[in-house]
């Protein structure tokens, strides 16, 4: 038959079925059961050859009583019973029912047919005939085995025989009653499993509908500890997952609200401004302002879209950090010989402490601009007119790693407290907080130096005392 191009040209894939997966009441269930059945074999196994030895050693005492007891029986008649009544009944009946056979014999008569080829030696009936017991173990006729028990009698003695084989039947029964109650044992075991099992995953299960709904967008989720340490561990951790993502929601929706409201601002302006230039009601006089408002607005727009594409671009895999050994003096030179115009129009004085010698670190020149960028602009953001900006690298060891370089970034501003510290370089904590409050940027920069610090293979860190002002470290690698 004719085929169509795309069932041609496209090979068909198989549809992989999810795989098929048993629960721990399950697999606990089934791992108890096979230990328990190994158990059971083994003990079976081992135990089979001492119970049977056992009841043979019993089934020789036994027989041993039997003779003692006939050969009695038989001196007592002393000849005054029939030869086929030489002991009393009682005495016969448990000789029929336990198998065994008796034989009374003679010097002159010899060992009976029966007995001949059994195992007893001449030595043996010689001293059996001479009033000597003999206990001796042979084979019958059909080569079964069987037990021997001589007593010596007036005139003779007496043989008794047994076989082997039911000497074995009382082993067997014992074998049958261990392996009920081993197998008994096994039943309680698996039941006991099972219950084991339920209880130990009743936390599990709790869990899991717990991470599902947490899956779901509940936060209101809260497990009670319970169990065994691993399986209470996992619930407060699912605990603590939970408290964390209700507070990273909580922040990004904070971010995205400080985002959007650093958005609307200028953009309110800008199309405020337009209107009114397409409606001409500003007057001549008035074109060279409103050009350079919007022209602000706009580079702080601008710079609102940067920072959210470098932050996001840093979350991303493919951010490459295009590292090289280089003499940090200079990208500080460059970053305050930029900067220090701005100081001077703000009133704020900027102060470079420079190293006598090259220090060359390993790291992105442009990035690491840009972090000073962003750490001199916060600064100068909150530091008050007559007040001071210092910029200095150091490389002694009682603030700096033996293969690192640690870039500072001090301001004379308010300052942050204790809980400032903690979220200092989070998007939009800061801002948050303090917008309205004193002056703020985006609430990206911080975080954004961090990001960047950390892809360099440094870290950013922040100390600072309140109403003194703030130092912002960068930890750089040493070329």
Request: aromatic share 4%.
């Given at each position: 038959p004719a085929m169509s191009e795309e069932s041609a040209t496209t090979p068909s894939r198989p549809t992989l079925q999810p795989?098929?997966?048993?629960?721990?009441?399950t697999q606990t269930v089934l791992l108890i059961t096979s230990i328990a059945t190994i158990a059971v074999v083994?003990?079976?196994?081992?135990?089979?050859?001492?119970v049977r030895s056992a009841a043979v050693a019993e089934?020789?005492?036994?027989?041993?009583?039997l003779a003692d007891l006939t050969a009695a029986y038989v001196e007592r008649s002393d000849g005054r019973r029939p030869p086929d009544r030489l002991i009393a009944r009682p005495l016969e009946r448990i000789l029929r029912r336990e198998g065994v056979t008796g034989y009374l014999v003679s010097r002159e008569g010899g060992l009976p047919p029966a007995l001949q080829g059994s195992g007893i030696s001449d030595d043996e009936f010689n001293a059996l005939l001479a009033g000597e017991s003999i206990s001796s173990r042979g084979r019958d006729g059909r080569g079964g085995r069987i037990l021997i028990e001589g007593r010596p009698v007036t005139g003779g003695a007496v043989i008794l025989t047994q076989s082997v084989d039911v000497a074995g039947e009382l082993g067997t029964k014992f074998l049958v009653r261990i392996a009920a109650a081993l197998a008994l044992g096994l039943v309680i075991?698996?039941?006991?499993?099972?219950?084991?099992?339920?209880?130990?995953?009743?936390?599990l299960r709790d869990a899991q509908g717990v991470a599902h709904r947490m899956a779901g967008g509940e936060r209101d989720e809260r497990l009670t500890p319970r169990g065994p340490a691993e399986v209470a561990d996992i619930a407060e951790a699912l605990n603590a997952l939970n408290a964390a993502l209700a507070t990273s929601e909580g922040r990004q929706r904070e971010f995205l609200l400080s985002v959007s409201h650093e958005?609307?601002?200028?953009l309110t302006a800008i199309r405020g401004y337009a209107e009114a230039l397409n409606d001409d009601i500003l007057d001549p006089e008035q074109l060279t302002s409103v050009g350079a408002t919007i022209g602000h607005e706009a580079s702080r727009l601008d710079r609102l879209v940067h920072d959210l594409l470098d932050l996001a671009r840093l979350g991303a895999a493919d951010f490459h950090v295009n590292a090289a050994d280089v003499d940090v003096r200079e990208i500080l030179t460059e970053a305050a010989e930029v900067g220090r115009p701005r100081c001077d129009r703000d009133g704020v004085t900027l102060t470079l402490a420079k190293a006598a010698r090259p220090i060359h670190v390993h790291v992105d020149a442009m990035r690491l601009r840009q972090i000073i960028d962003n750490l001199m602009e916060n600064a100068l953001r909150v530091s008050p007119q007559g007040s001071q900006i210092h910029l200095a690298i150091h490389?002694?060891?009682a603030i700096a790693d033996g293969s690192f370089a640690v870039i500072e970034v001090r301001d004379s501003g308010p300052g942050l407290s204790e809980d400032d510290l903690a979220v200092a370089f989070e998007p939009?904590?800061?801002?948050?907080?303090y917008r309205g409050v004193r002056p703020v940027g985006t609430g990206l920069g911080?975080?954004?130096?961090?990001?960047?610090?950390?892809?360099?293979?440094?870290?950013a860190a922040v100390t600072s005392s309140p109403g003194v002002g703030s130092s912002f470290w960068i930890r750089i690698p040493l070329a």
């Open positions: 795989r098929k997966r048993w629960g721990i009441v083994i003990a079976g196994i081992a135990v089979a050859p001492f089934a020789s005492g036994a027989l041993e009583r075991s698996v039941g006991i499993a099972y219950l084991v099992a339920r209880r130990l995953s009743r936390p958005l609307r601002t200028p490389t002694d060891a939009g904590a800061l801002h948050e907080r911080l975080a954004l130096v961090d990001r960047l610090a950390s892809r360099m293979g440094g870290a």
